[in-house]
C-alpha cells in the first residue's frame, strides 16, 4: 500500500529523533511491501528562523493533503532562546496549538507501557508491577474546563474567578467511539473516567459512553471516578486497558501514567480527529540539553510512528514488528542514555548506544 507522510522535524532533538523512525519505516515498507511518500515542512522554531512565524498556512495545507503527520518536537531553551522574547502567540509552541487546531485533533492517544527490561525505573514496588503493565490513555484535548469561559471579577467585595466546564453530547460521542475503536485493537476492554456522583459534564459523559457502548458489544465498559482512578493507577495499574476520560482529568491522569513507566525518551503519542488521520509524535520536548550529540532516545518516535501504522494506516502486523523489535534490542542489553540503570552494579549488563545505532539495531531485529 501507498501512503502519504507529512515530516515535521522541528527544533532540538526533533530532527535526529524523526530520522530514526523514517529509518524504520522504510525498513517496513521494504519487508511488508508498501510505500511511504514523506513530504518534509517546518514548523515551531526552525519555522520562525526561516519565515518568521511557527506555522505557515503551507504546512497545514500538506498536513490536511497527509494521511498521517510523523512530528519530532518543537521549541528551544525557554530561558535563553530568543524565539521566548517574542509575543506568546508567535513562539515555537503556538505553531503547535494551531496546528492541532487546524487539524481538529480533539482525540490525544498516549500508551502506557513498562517494559520488563526497564521494570528498574518504575517506581511502583515489584508485587504491584507484577508482569508488567500495558494501558492506553485517550484523553478529550479540545473541550471541557481548558476551553470554557473564564472570568475573574469581584463579587461581593472579594476577587473571585470561575472556570467552566462544557461538554455537549457530540463532543462526548465522537471521542467515546474513537476510544472504544482503540480499544477493538487492543485487549476490549474501555475504563471511562469522570466525577459523575457531583459534575453534570460527567453524568452526561456517562450517558453518552454508554449508548457509544451499545455499538461495541464486545468491549466489556466499566466507568470509574476520577478520584478512584488515580488511585487504582499506582495500586493496580494491570487492570487498565484502555482509560477514557475528559481534557483535565486526562491531562493528569496521563502524566500519572507516564510517570510509573519511567522514561520520556520511551513516551509515544497520538492524536487523532474523526478520520483515519492522525499526528504522531514523542511526549517528551525538544531536549534542547542534549540537541545535536546523538545521544537522544529515538524509541518514543519510533512506537509514535508503530502507532501511525496501527492507526491511520491499519496496518497492524508493520506495528506489531516494530514494538516487537524495540522489546528485543532493549532485551539484548542496548540502551540509550537516558534508559541506562542508575544502579552501577547492573550498567554492566548493558551498553550505551547513541540515537543513530538505536534506529539501525531496531531495523536489524523487524
Ligand atoms: P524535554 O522533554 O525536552 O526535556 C526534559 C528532559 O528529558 C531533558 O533532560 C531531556 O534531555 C530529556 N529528554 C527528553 N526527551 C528525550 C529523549 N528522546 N532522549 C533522551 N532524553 C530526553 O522538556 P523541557 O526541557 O521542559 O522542554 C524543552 C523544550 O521542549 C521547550 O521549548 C518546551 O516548550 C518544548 N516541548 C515541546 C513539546 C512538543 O513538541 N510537543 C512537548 C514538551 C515540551
Not at 511491501?33 to 515542512?41: M, R
Not at 492517544?109 to 508488567?132: N, S, T, V
Not at 488515580?230 to 507516564?258: C, H, W
Request: glycine content about 8%.
Amino acid at each position: 500500500m501507498e501512503f502519504q507522510i507529512g515530516v515535521i522535524k522541528g527544533d532540538g532533538i526533533g530532527p535526529e529523533i524523526v530520522t530514526e523512525a523514517q529509518k524504520v519505516l522504510d525498513a517496513i515498507a521494504d519487508k511488508f511491501g508498501h510505500k511511504f511518500n514523506y513530504q518534509e515542512v517546518l514548523m515551531g522554531g526552525c519555522s520562525i528562523d526561516a519565515y518568521g512565524v511557527p506555522l505557515t498556512e503551507e504546512t497545514i495545507e500538506v498536513c490536511k493533503k497527509s494521511d498521517a503527520v510523523l512530528m519530532g518536537s518543537i521549541g528551544g531553551n525557554t530561558s535563553t532562546s530568543p524565539w521566548y522574547k517574542l509575543p506568546p502567540e508567535k513562539r515555537p509552541e503556538a505553531g503547535l496549538l494551531g496546528l492541532r487546531k487546524a487539524l481538529n485533533l480533539f482525540a490525544n492517544l498516549r500508551p502506557a507501557y513498562l517494559y520488563e527490561e526497564l521494570k528498574e525505573a518504575c517506581p511502583l514496588r515489584d508485587d504491584i508491577i507484577g508482569d508488567g503493565f500495558d494501558m492506553m490513555i485517550m484523553r478529550e484535548l479540545t473541550g471541557g474546563l481548558y476551553f470554557g469561559k473564564r472570568e475573574t471579577k469581584e463579587v461581593d467585595g472579594l476577587m473571585t474567578a470561575v472556570d467552566t466546564l462544557t461538554y455537549n453530547e457530540e463532543e462526548i460521542r465522537r471521542i467515546a467511539k474513537r476510544g472504544f475503536d482503540i480499544a477493538m485493537k487492543r485487549r476490549k476492554k474501555v475504563t471511562s473516567v469522570d466525577k459523575a456522583n457531583v459534575l453534570d459534564s460527567s453524568r452526561l459523559w456517562r450517558k453518552i459512553v454508554e449508548e457509544v457502548a451499545q455499538d461495541y458489544p464486545e468491549v466489556t465498559l466499566e466507568h470509574m471516578l476520577v478520584d478512584n482512578a488515580a488511585m487504582q493507577l499506582v495500586k493496580d495499574p494491570k487492570q487498565f486497558d484502555v482509560i477514557l476520560t475528559e481534557n483535565m482529568f486526562g491531562d493528569i491522569l496521563s502524566d500519572e501514567a507516564s510517570m510509573v513507566t519511567g522514561s520520556i525518551g520511551m513516551l509515544s503519542s497520538a492524536s487523532l480527529n474523526d478520520t483515519k488521520f492522525g499526528l504522531y509524535e514523542p511526549s517528551g520536548g525538544s531536549a534542547p540539553d542534549i540537541a545535536g550529540q546523538g545521544i537522544a532516545n529515538p524509541i518514543a518516535t519510533i512506537l509514535s510512528a508503530a502507532m501511525m501504522l496501527r492507526y491511520s494506516f491499519d496496518l497492524d502486523k508493520e506495528a506489531d514488528a516494530i514494538e516487537s523489535a524495540v522489546k528485543s534490542v532493549l532485551k539484548q542489553g542496548c540502551r540509550t542514555i537516558d534508559i541506562m540503570p542508575q544502579d552501577p552494579a547492573k550498567r554492566s549488563a548493558v551498553r550505551q548506544v547513541g540515537t543513530e545505532e538505536m534506529g539501525d539495531l531496531i531495523c536489524s531485529n523487524l
